[in-house]
């Protein structure tokens, strides 16, 4: 028996939803053929970023990849790729749907499966998800380079199954309106202890300084907001910034999107999308924080611990 230990790899469940259905409604030949063809699509975009397949459970593929990165991009492409083909042949009760779920961290390699806790936790998510989402971890996405971060939102609710220390974030892999906030209602266990800390924002002179007691700030161009953005880019109610347990989310409104400048890292552009700030930077509200004359925001995270 071949035992091998791989450092921090992704592992990737995708299920085909509703696969009973289809074959009810397409007789099992015909919905057989379907499935062949999703899962062979699927199998393509794992290939494509270096991924392999462990098994085929069913209508359920189970993956490894060499990284978060590549785990993140299969599991965006087979989303973005399920209505190109498929669903296209199939009217529109019968289209075909796929759920996702991914977590990155050791596993052990045992005669050609792989084993251990981040298995465990990546097809608990593939089962919480549903229809077209994709969901994963923080500890996931901290392996994930900016641009990615910016496209996940923390989901404010911990599952069983999962462990305390395990938080849930959804990718968000198509466009959402203001309306469209997505919150699982998962059965909930205790929050972390942690806090948020102290969030310090800075612009034009002026400073203000929020703790733990803080659940939102606004701003925008509008006199109420918490932060007054002037400018002919910034809208009116451009961005909240939130304190969900022991992050700070900033959450952008707008038309022209949010510049966010990381300190050590290029500047990249959210909107109507989420980003978790850390440690410090600059935000430019409809423009690049890059630019001068401008009410840019300057940001710092205090920990209090």
């Given amino acids: 028996m071949g035992i091998d ?52 459970i069913g209508d359920e593929i189970m993956a490894i990849f060499p990284d ?25 009760e019968k289209e075909v749907h796929f759920r996702i779920g991914f977590h990155c961290g ?22 919480l998800a549903k229809a077209d989402q994709i969901i994963t971890t923080d500890a996931a996405i901290e392996h994930l380079d900016m641009p990615r971060r910016a496209t996940t939102r923390l989901i404010p609710a911990h599952a069983r199954g999962l462990g305390d220390d395990v938080n849930v974030v959804e990718v968000v892999w198509h466009s959402h309106t203001d309306s469209e906030t997505v919150i699982f209602h998962l059965p909930s266990a205790a929050r972390p202890s942690e806090s948020a800390g102290v969030l310090k924002l800075i612009s034009d002179g002026r ?27 910034a ?18 409104h707008s038309t022209n999107g949010t510049f966010v400048r990381p300190a050590g890292i290029a500047e990249f552009r959210i909107c109507r999308e989420e980003v978790i700030l850390r440690a410090a930077g600059s935000l430019g509200f409809g423009r690049s924080s890059k630019g001068s004359g401008g009410a840019d925001v300057d940001f710092v995270l205090i920990s209090d611990h």
């Fill in 68 to 92: 978060a990165l590549a785990t993140y991009d299969a599991a965006v492409a087979i989303q973005r790729d399920r209505s190109l083909e498929v669903s296209r042949k199939l009217r529109d």
């Fill in 5 to 56: 230990t791989q450092a921090s790899p992704g592992i990737l469940f995708c299920d085909v939803v509703g696969s009973t259905r289809l074959y009810r409604a397409l007789g099992d030949d015909n919905a057989h053929s379907v499935i062949a063809e999703c899962l062979a699509g699927i199998s393509e975009k794992i290939s494509a970023v270096q991924g392999r397949i462990i098994k085929t």
């Fill in 207 to 233: 400073r203000w300084v929020f703790g733990p007691e803080c659940e939102s700030i606004t701003l925008g161009r509008l006199a109420e907001n918490t932060v007054v953005i002037p400018g002919e880019f």
């Fill in 235 to 252: 809208s009116r109610r451009h961005a909240t910034i939130e304190r969900r347990w022991d992050k700070w989310i900033l959450v952008d």
């Fill in 106 to 127: 050791s596993v052990v390699l045992c005669d050609g499966d792989v084993f251990g806790t981040t298995v465990n936790i990546a097809a608990r998510l593939a089962s």
